[in-house]
């Protein structure tokens, strides 16, 4: 018979513990050390084979402001979002946020609450690839789980956004493939090679985890890495500089609505885009935008699409119809 034991594992700062089951098969299928790892204890206890949702949260000052209150909604708000959208997946917020900071009883709650979230202190880390890096760009932290061993798939997200069924049909045909980059461009701004909240990476391989481990290397002694809260933009600039232009663009699927005759080989959406508010992937809800645009034809998966919005109403015609 297997032996197991309940282990409660104590959420730091957060005044509750987590129970996980401990067995001897699980240490024989999965002997990686701890400060091997790139998040949290809860995290490091799921084991081997982990696909991750990773975000970056950081409070500037003690202030209880609207700013911050607003972030906290985005975190609830993705906690539910990938509890249905992308179920068996865990979220990882990679923090900096004093725990006398008024809503961190707000994080702590989300966290105790939901067992496929995971806190992970950027002052407080495991080790890899820094054990403090609250000195790094805070919007580089969510892409550390490229260098977890025990995370297989890992997607990089905003909080200000939530899930749509047209970001998981491209993620679902992404992972399909045999690619092990994905990005995501679907709104006339969206022209950059890689966005720093919407792609993917496939770490299974050893190739994956190898280049990855090389592209960290270079980038972490760039010195635009080290803008602690501040440099807007760094995170996009370094993943084009370290990982597109080097690798990236050879091993991606890359969904594109508006720029698929910029960036070559890129592939339309999978499904059509839906007419409404925050109709595109990677709309912050509360702008509540809606994309008139007409997109390149092409650009589309299939032609007629546009066509059928043109029959449903004469706005229609501005539509860039390729999915959601």
């Not at 909080?159 to 679907?186: C, G, P, Y």
Request: proline share 3%; aromatic share 12%; charged share 25%.
């Amino acid at each position: 018979m297997l032996m197991q034991r309940k282990v409660y594992v104590p959420i730091e700062k957060c005044n509750c513990s987590r129970a996980y089951y401990d067995s001897y098969f699980k240490w024989l299928s999965d002997d990686t050390l701890y400060a091997e790892t790139t998040c949290s204890e809860t995290a490091w206890r799921r084991g081997s084979k982990q696909k991750v949702m990773s975000y970056t949260y950081y409070a500037n000052s003690l202030t209880n402001d609207e700013a911050t209150h607003a972030y906290i909604k985005g975190i609830a708000a993705n906690v539910q979002s990938i509890k249905k959208f992308f179920p068996g997946w865990a979220m990882r917020l990679y923090y900096d946020v004093h725990s006398t900071h008024p809503l961190y009883k707000d994080m702590c709650r989300l966290v105790c609450q939901n067992n496929h979230v995971d806190l992970c202190n950027v002052r407080n880390l495991p080790g890899v690839p820094l054990k403090n890096a609250s000195s790094l760009f805070g919007m580089l932290w969510r892409f550390f789980p490229t260098l977890d061993p025990q995370v297989d798939i890992i997607g990089s997200r905003d909080l200000d956004s939530v899930f749509t069924e047209r970001e998981v049909a491209a993620v679902q045909e992404w992972m399909n493939s045999d690619k092990i980059l994905h990005a995501m461009r679907d709104h006339p701004q969206h022209k950059t090679e890689i966005l720093g909240g919407l792609w993917e990476a496939n770490v299974v391989s050893q190739k994956a985890r190898n280049l990855w481990k090389k592209s960290w290397d270079d980038l972490i002694v760039d010195t635009s890495a080290w803008t602690g809260k501040s440099g807007r933009g760094n995170d996009q600039r370094l993943l084009t500089r370290y990982i597109w232009n080097i690798w990236g663009h050879k091993n991606a699927l890359h969904h594109d609505s508006y720029f698929c005759q910029v960036y070559s080989n890129s592939t339309p959406w999978p499904v059509q885009r839906k007419k409404g508010v925050n109709n595109f992937v990677g709309a912050v809800v509360k702008s509540n935008l809606t994309i008139w645009q007409e997109c390149p034809q092409k650009c589309r998966k299939h032609s007629e699409w546009n066509k059928k919005y043109l029959r449903i109403s004469k706005w229609n015609s501005e539509f860039c119809t390729i999915s959601h």
